[in-house]
């Protein structure tokens, strides 16, 4: 158990819905990030927050948004959602925003 | 913005042989290099780690060497066992600035009877 909480565990929703993922951070660490995984895919960087600042992007479509808040905990909010979007989504986290990172259990979305 | 190759995708090796994974990074700043073990439908978790200042770290069965001036490192597992198979990730950063850690594209490693 890494200490990272992700939330759900499982999701299955339909195209054009919306779902909020949720994650909690080791109990210390000031930085969350965000990863998506589809199948046999390798790990594609989302975006990072470090201390409720947005610090770092990656490959995150508009349709998706995420904000840290005050108690540190980090929502991911993905809409419009599409069947491609059917993916793990891990959250993971770190003391400091560069240090190791380590990863919650994950969600897996599921689009019908 | 770093880009990190991994080698190879996959690896099917028997039981007791060794395993290498093989990785290189574009960006000669980069100072740390984690390495991560995913099981199927699970989360990847580190396994060992190395930075810059040294060039080889050793857990049990598992090593990690690193070439600064070839930037390159290499996971090295001996003595494998059937519960090493998983999926292997390698990444880069440099942790000196505000960059994001840089994953390798993972090699599915089979550790066959």
């Known amino acids: 158990d890494s200490g990272v909480t992700q939330t759900p565990k499982h999701l299955i929703t339909a195209t054009g819905q919306r779902v909020t993922l949720r994650c909690s951070p080791r109990?210390?660490?000031?930085?969350v990030y965000w990863y998506q995984q589809s199948l046999d895919q390798g790990l594609q960087f989302l975006i990072q927050?470090?201390?409720?600042?947005?610090?770092a992007k990656g490959n995150i479509l508009e349709r998706f948004s995420a904000q840290q808040f005050p108690d540190l905990h980090s929502e991911l909010n993905l809409s419009s959602l599409e069947l491609g979007d059917s993916a793990l989504y891990f959250c993971?986290?770190?003391?400091?925003?560069?240090?190791?990172?380590?990863f919650g259990p994950g969600t897996r979305l599921l689009v019908l | 913005g770093e880009n990190v190759e991994q080698h190879p995708s996959t690896l099917s090796v028997q039981e007791g042989d060794s395993a290498v994974i093989k990785c290189t990074y574009s960006?000669?700043?980069?100072?740390?290099f984690p390495w991560y073990k995913q099981e199927l439908g699970k989360r990847p978790q580190l396994i060992i780690d190395?930075?810059?200042?040294?060039g080889e770290k050793k857990d049990q069965r598992i090593a990690v060497t690193l070439n600064k001036t070839a930037k390159h490192f290499s996971l090295h597992i001996t003595e494998t066992q059937p519960e090493d198979s998983a999926v292997y990730f390698c990444?880069?950063?440099?942790?000196?600035?505000?960059?994001?850690?840089?994953f390798g594209t993972g090699t599915r490693l089979q550790v066959t009877l």
């Open positions: 993971a986290s770190s003391v400091g925003a560069e240090e190791t990172q380590y």
């Open positions: 109990s210390g660490d000031l930085s």
């Open positions: 927050y470090y201390n409720g600042e947005e610090r």
């Open positions: 960006d000669s700043a980069s100072n740390y």
């Open positions: 190395i930075r810059s200042n040294v």
């Open positions: 990444a880069a950063i440099n942790t000196g600035t505000a960059s994001k850690l840089t």
